[in-house]
């Protein structure tokens, strides 16, 4: 098996390309490693020191590592990690764990609500998640898109410039409604 690494926007990330399937469909984001109890493959790599942060996307895994730490020593590590998991055919995600809830949307914004997240599904998250990250909606009220930003996009010092110049932009061509938005944890 052979594990690609790239270089994310945010130099505290790195994205691990282990050319399978990590996720399949869908995400999953492990901020601290009091949330991984959902995945064997995230409790384990929480145990390497240094990794404060995973998200897992389709086909990668993100890794955030703390300032104090250099990647050249974390690096063998995770890939021990990551290659031990998937050669040994383990689950990625434990079973029976609900993912979280989808945000309530109010009657009257369904349709626009609808649009956002159609424009974020087909323009903005391939473009993130080449980044080894994802945005997800979290609302839409008074105008006002609240997004929360994954992987290497928390704290990515660009973060900011893409939500505002990029994202907020299109929204706001796309859907008039759109009036700004905002960035949630």
Not at 60 to 87: C, N, R, Y
Not at 90 to 96: D, I, L, S, T, Y
Not at 147 to 162: F, I
């Amino acid at each position: 098996m052979f594990i690609q690494t790239e270089q994310t926007p945010n130099p505290a990330t790195l994205k691990f390309l282990p050319g399978r399937d990590v996720m399949g469909d869908g995400t999953a984001n492990f901020p601290t490693r009091d949330t991984a109890d959902r995945s064997p493959l995230a409790q384990r790599l929480f145990q390497i020191e240094g990794v404060t942060g995973l998200f897992f996307g389709s086909d990668f895994v993100t890794v955030t590592k703390a300032e104090d730490q250099e990647w050249s020593l974390m690096k063998p590590a995770i890939l021990g990690v990551i290659m031990e998991h998937f050669v040994a055919g383990k689950p990625v995600m434990a079973e029976g764990i609900a993912a979280p809830a989808e945000a309530e949307v109010a009657v009257e914004d369904e349709e626009i609500v609808s649009q956002i997240k159609d424009l974020l599904d087909t323009r903005v998250r391939p473009a993130v998640a080449q980044d080894g990250g994802d945005i997800i909606f979290r609302g839409f009220e008074e105008g006002v898109v609240y997004l929360h930003m994954q992987g290497s996009c928390a704290g990515c010092p660009s973060s900011t410039a893409t939500l505002k110049m990029g994202i907020e932009n299109m929204l706001k061509h796309y859907v008039p409604e759109v009036v700004a938005v905002e960035a949630v944890p």
